[in-house]
């Protein structure tokens, strides 16, 4: 069922308003005001039934948790509790009197999440984009110019090895054998963790041999709990024969398979090689990010199942940030990655380190020059808008992750915008300019100290 205001309490009539009590001019309770939340309910109304099912938790309410969320860094365990202890979080989302409990479990916003999916939250970040050009942050001319890049997003996985892989799978095995009353004629649960153990400590000490014997007993132990399912278990259900199926997958691959299983739970991650020194392989998913050549917005986010080539994920990229921005993109600005793109619209693409038929001129090298300022961005993603590493479920998860990284890296500018510290040390600064010069300058008084108001 949809959302519903909640019931007003008694206790309220002796309550202070929250409005009475805050900054008005902080920056969160500025942004409260400036969204457009009926935006999200009109965007999102039809995630909800008419009439079925208890009334949903307040939308504004959602969506806030998730801009605080991804803004501040924070799990949604840690951003729940956190909001209880903050009255700016609390009249963000909406709330006119102080919170004493937690609005929520943790758990809703996983739910929510599930619910809502991955195309319907572009609105969130079409909606900074919209403050962005209400506060004269970026301009239309500037959103016409956007720089493409792809980084790697990775999961929440340990490092694959064989050996941890033979030795989790075949431990899910036997414990969703037993649940399904199974009995099984030998369960290794505890041999393999000592095999683990023993393998690890023969490649540490670089006994390479040894440990490769230890991870053929794994496998060939592995190899005989999935036959001795298969011959025991009768009826298969969906679930034990997913990971029967997974295990089959993993006893078959070689070195050099294609489409290789480097985690049991999650199957979708992929080995991406990005050419970086300290960090060969990243398992995860590739992101294509779509940002203002000029300050840096992030104007298209997207994951990319599958690890394409950059090349061909350009059309795709233009195509997300047309749509969330409403307009016509003009210039792009991509690496040498993208030669041989797939995109064949009216944008011009530059790609750097190519030279053109004629020479460029002053203006656009040096939007040429802007287009490596991607590269820090996608660390502040990263490092402060947790894309750094993606605990979501399944593909979805990907991209529902990327893009509130996205989302949460515009919200931090915003704040950064609607912060009154500035206005106001600028406001003393004409103060004290028009005092000093207030006896040179005594017909420029009146007018110095209006520029100051």
């Not at 991955?118 to 500037?142: F, G, N, S, W």
């Not at 530059?350 to 820090?376: C, D, F, W």
Request: a positive charge; one cysteine or more; proline letters at 4%.
């Amino acid at each position: 069922m949809k959302p519903k205001s909640p019931p007003k309490s008694q206790f309220e009539l002796f309550q202070s308003n929250l409005r009475q009590i805050l900054n008005l001019n902080h920056e969160l309770c500025q942004l409260a005001d400036a969204v457009d939340w009926n935006r999200f309910e009109v965007a999102l109304a039809d995630c909800y039934s008419e009439d079925m099912g208890r009334p949903g938790t307040a939308t504004r309410l959602m969506v806030g948790l998730h801009y605080l969320k991804h803004t501040f860094n924070e799990s949604d365990e840690s951003v729940v509790a956190r909001w209880v202890e903050n009255p700016y979080w609390q009249y963000f989302c909406g709330f006119d009197y102080l919170q004493h409990d937690c609005p929520i479990h943790p758990t809703s916003m996983v739910k929510w999440r599930q619910r809502v999916g991955a195309d319907r939250l572009e609105v969130m970040l079409a909606e900074t984009i919209r403050l962005a050009l209400q506060a004269k942050q970026v301009t239309p001319q500037q959103l016409r110019k956007i720089t493409v890049d792809t980084t790697v997003q990775e999961k929440a996985i340990a490092f694959p090895t064989d050996a941890r892989l033979y030795t989790k799978m075949l431990l899910r095995l036997v414990n969703l054998a037993k649940r399904r009353g199974v009995v099984l004629r030998q369960t290794y649960i505890r041999k393999a963790p000592e095999l683990l153990r023993q393998q690890s400590r023969y490649a540490h000490a670089r006994q390479f041999k040894r440990a490769r014997g230890c991870t053929r007993q794994l496998k060939n132990r592995l190899g005989r709990v999935v036959r001795d399912i298969r011959r025991r278990a009768g009826e298969i259900d969906d679930q034990l024969n997913t990971f029967l199926v997974r295990a089959d997958r993993l006893l078959e691959q070689q070195i050099d398979s294609k489409n290789k299983l480097y985690s049991i739970d999650a199957p979708e991650v992929e080995c991406i090689s990005k050419g970086k020194a300290h960090k060969r392989y990243e398992f995860g998913c590739k992101v294509s990010v779509a940002m203002t050549n000029t300050n840096n917005w992030v104007v298209g986010i997207r994951a990319l199942p599958g690890n394409p080539y950059d090349g061909h994920t350009l059309a795709g990229a233009l195509e997300q940030t047309q749509r969330i921005t409403t307009r016509e993109i003009k210039e792009v600005f991509v690496d040498q990655g993208y030669r041989g793109h797939d995109y064949t619209g009216p944008a011009e693409v530059h790609i750097t380190g190519q030279r053109g038929r004629t020479k460029a001129g002053r203006a656009l090298r040096k939007r040429k020059k802007r287009r490596s300022a991607v590269e820090p961005k996608i660390g502040h993603l990263k490092s402060d808008n947790r894309m750094d590493r993606n605990y979501l479920k399944g593909p979805e998860g990907d991209r529902i992750n990327a893009l509130l990284a996205g989302i949460g890296a515009n919200f931090r500018k915003l704040l950064a915008a609607f912060w009154p510290a500035p206005r106001e040390f600028l406001q003393h600064a004409l103060r004290w300019i028009a005092w000093r010069l207030e006896y040179r300058h005594p017909h420029r008084h009146d007018q110095l100290f209006a520029i100051a108001a």
